[in-house]
C-alpha cells in the first residue's frame, strides 16, 4: 500500500495531520479524531502537545523515511 504522506507537502497537509491523529490517538468513531477543532492541523497540533516523547519520535520517524528515499 502506499506509505503516509509527507508532512511538508502542502497539498496533502491535512492528509498527512488526519493519518497521524488516526494512526496514533485513540479513537471509537472519527469525531474522536479532530474533537472540536475546526482544521485537522489544529487537532494535531493539539495532540501533539499532549503524548509522550516516544509518540512523537515515531511521528518523526515517518517523515525520516521520506527524507532518507529522497536522499
Known amino acids: 500500500g502506499q506509505y503516509f504522506p509527507r508532512r511538508d507537502d502542502p497539498d496533502k497537509h491535512e492528509y498527512y495531520c488526519a493519518s497521524m491523529l488516526l494512526l496514533f490517538k485513540p479513537w ?10 475546526l482544521t485537522w492541523q489544529e487537532a494535531l497540533r493539539y495532540f501533539s502537545q499532549q503524548v509522550s516523547d516516544v509518540t512523537l519520535a515515531q511521528m518523526s520517524n515517518i517523515e525520516h523515511y521520506h527524507k532518507c528515499k529522497n536522499a
Open 28 to 37: 471509537h468513531q472519527v469525531q474522536d479524531l479532530k474533537g472540536e477543532f
